[in-house]
């Protein structure tokens, strides 16, 4: 399960799909894709960053915001079968613990992660 899903991508032909997403409630936007420019296949700039061969070029990544699944889906192409779900569909996943030191950097930055197990 992932929510206020951000997904940051070198290339714009990456696929995903299957996911199950559950959205903050009253987060300002729940789904965010960083990728190159449309028009752009890959930007491996991000990569070269710190590998003291001098500055690296600037990355051309660009942050899409989106409030739900179906705007998501419909403006990356991304997800279109995945769907909502709530913690009720886990069986022994507790709720994140903002007071919890291993979960609190996520739950500050809106984003979580959990595997379903089926």
Known sequence: MKTAALRTLLLTYTSSDYNGFRPNPGAPYSFAWNSPPWATAADYAPLLRGRGAGPAPASSLETRK????????????????????????????????????????????????CERRL
């Open 66 to 113: 989106y409030r739900t699944l179906e705007e998501y889906s419909r403006a990356t192409r991304q997800d279109q079968h995945s769907v909502l779900v709530d913690y009720d569909v886990f069986m022994n996943v507790p709720r994140l613990d903002a007071q919890d030191v291993a979960t609190a950097a996520l739950r500050a930055a809106g984003l979580t992660h």
